[in-house]
């Protein structure tokens, strides 16, 4: 634990902690699927301000613009397209042994965030913000993992064309 | 971020920026409540300036009547609509129903956090940012909580419980998510450029370069159309057209709540203008001049400079109204291909030509300062720009009305309209 940060600065970066698991857990508690999106797009949003208290300030805007911007707003597309409304129509029919399994996951990551706190955690960037945030993520993403990256772009469009395929199935059959 | 708490056992030089840690945050709080009122007084007064353009290009007089010149109109409305009675739909899911007028203003209002509207100012601390936040992502920033704004609308329409509302909400968040995309990638060329995400840095380039507007002008004509889809002006406003869809989104909204989506439209606006200014016509930039761009800065630089981002947002204020009085409204499905059919291809080719030109040009030794570079870059673009125009109207839009007659039919016409009493009598 940090001890010559100050208080404020603390405080603020265990309330973000605190409000990012209050709102996840509004999220999967929710019925209605919209108030769910929202809690979810909460959850972000905490997240980037923990980002951005790490002097992460690239990765945070990201995590607004492409998951709060982008992902959650066609999500809430969909759910309205479908109007998913009512409560009734949409609550979980999940087995008992499913909830089981989803518990017992969720024990195991606390397992591992805990063993990984105990470990001593390696400093992998500069620790004073740079002149151009930007610079060093495209440094390295694109001479180190360029395969990977363009690996990805590559999976992204197999993904849009595979949507565009069962679009098109539906509307001939 | 965190900001030293010690003072200075030294004097201060104006020039070097404020590092103690209360005046930073004191002059920023002055800065954040300044901007809020001067944004919310604006916004308000825009309301009027709306009603007397449109008078004026439609030859009316317009709101002449509460008090001087009709300028309380402003107050009266806002009276009237603090009076009225709130109605809340039987079937509405209330929360959110509250909720989505707050969060279509919310998000333009935040953008104005970064965007620097002057020169520095010195002060006895230190040198102040004319930026509330000037954060090193503002560029992206504004990006991220600009793309927010959609939630508003289409929580308005899907808590309302209303089919018409339902579909000006589906309908706006089609056309946003349409739209910024074309919007993001006519930034992507503003980014070649600058080489950097800080909003002050975008300024910089273009006062040793010259304006965007000129260097990427394709770009801004795409930024430019996305903005009005954005921010649903006409002759995009197809989630609230009256014809069709009664008043779309906000069909259930009464009295101030009602009043905030029009208002976020009209803060909406205003972030549009400034966006645009800055990321196309120079922000706080004086044109022809590098007096404004270099230390040592002064007190007179920042209000002049203040003075000039003040007239270019005004001035494309102005043309949001004008726009909005002189086009009819767009059909839907013309809307979707003008988004995905047209802006995107001619974006993304631009995206490829731009960045290719900047790659020769850094590898053939001309420096991004120099005229050879501006020069150019502009002549790349008045031929892109030409391109582009003649693709898209392919002699329907720019040429004459009559060259889509031919050339017989239209000689008949003439005959006859010379022949009919109503032709104007010529000689004596």
New interface residues.
């Given amino acids: 634990m940090h001890t010559d ?2 208080l404020l ?1 603390t405080f603020h970066f265990y309330l973000f902690g605190v409000l990012a698991v209050a709102s996840a857990l509004l999220f999967v508690t929710r019925k ?1 699927p ?2 769910a999106a ?1 809690w979810l ?1 909460n959850v972000m949003f905490c997240l980037a301000a923990e980002y ?2 790490l ?1 992460a ?2 990765v ?3 995590q ?2 492409v998951y ?3 992902i959650m ?2 999500f ?2 969909v759910v ?2 479908l ?1 998913l ?1 009512h409560p009734s129509e949409t609550s979980d029919f999940r087995s008992k042994g499913t909830r089981l399994a989803a518990g017992a996951v969720a024990l195991l990551l606390a397992a591992e965030v805990l063993t990984l706190m105990r470990q001593p955690w390696p400093q992998l960037a500069s620790p004073d ?1 740079p ?4 610079r060093p993520v495209a440094q390295t993403l694109f001479t180190e993992y360029l395969l990977a990256f363009e690996v990805t772009s590559v999976l992204l469009l197999v993904a849009i064309i595979g949507a565009v395929t069962l679009a098109k199935r539906g509307t001939q059959g | 971020m965190i900001q030293a708490v010690f003072s200075h056992g030294g004097v201060i030089d104006p020039q070097t920026p404020i590092e103690d840690f209360w005046p930073f945050t004191i002059l920023t709080i002055v800065k954040m409540v300044v901007v809020f009122t001067v944004y919310m007084v604006g916004v308000a007064l825009l309301t009027f300036a709306e009603r007397k353009i449109s008078a004026w290009i439609q030859d009316r007089i317009g709101p002449n009547r509460v008090l001087w010149k009709g300028f309380g109109q402003v107050l009266a409305d806002g009276v009237k609509n603090f009076m009225k009675e709130e109605t809340y739909p039987e079937a509405a899911y209330k929360a959110l129903f509250i909720l989505a007028p707050m969060l279509a203003f919310v998000p333009a209002m935040v953008t104005w956090a970064v965007i620097p509207f002057a020169s520095p100012l010195p002060t006895r601390w230190g040198l102040m940012s004319m930026a509330v936040a000037d954060l090193p992502v503002g560029f992206l920033f504004t990006l991220a909580i600009s793309s927010l704004g959609v939630y508003g609308i289409v929580l308005a329409g899907w808590s309302s419980n209303n089919k018409y509302a339902l579909l000006g909400g589906l309908r706006s968040s089609a056309q946003m998510i349409s739209y910024e995309i074309a919007m993001g990638m006519s930034t992507v060329c503003v980014l070649l450029l600058a080489g950097n995400v800080n909003l002050n840095s975008i300024v910089e380039q273009q006062a040793t370069q010259g304006w965007n507007v000129v260097l990427l002008s394709v770009a801004f004509l795409v930024f430019f159309v996305a903005t009005y889809a954005e921010t649903n002006r006409l002759p995009f406003d197809m989630p609230e057209a009256e014809s069709e869809l009664i008043a779309g989104y906000h069909t259930e909204y009464s009295a101030m709540k009602f009043s905030m989506f029009p208002i976020s439209e009209y803060a909406n606006m205003v972030t549009a203008s400034a966006l645009t200014s800055l990321l196309f016509f120079g922000g706080w930039d004086i044109p022809f001049t590098t007096w404004d761009n270099v230390p040592p800065w002064t007190t007179l630089k920042t209000i002049v400079t203040l003075g000039v981002f003040a007239i270019k947002v005004i001035f494309f204020l102005f043309t949001f109204m004008w726009i909005r009085w002189t086009l009819p409204r767009f059909r839907y499905d013309q809307l979707m291909s003008l988004g995905w059919k047209v802006m995107l291809p001619a974006i993304l080719a631009y995206v490829v030509i731009i960045a290719g030109t900047l790659l020769g040009l850094d590898a053939a030794g001309i420096a991004r300062s120099s005229r050879a570079f501006t020069g150019i870059l502009f002549g790349l673009n008045l031929a892109c720009v030409g391109v582009l125009l003649f693709v898209l109207d392919r002699g329907r839009l720019l040429s004459p009305a009559q060259s889509r007659l031919k050339s017989a039919e239209l000689s008949r016409l003439r005959q006859v309209a010379s022949r009919s009493t109503l032709a104007p009598v010529t000689g004596d």
């Fill in positions: 940060l100050p600065f209605s919209v108030s929202l797009v951005v208290m002097d300030h690239f945070g805007v990201v607004i613009l709060a911007g982008a707003v066609v809430v597309f309205m397209l109007n409304g913000v002149d151009n945030v930007v």
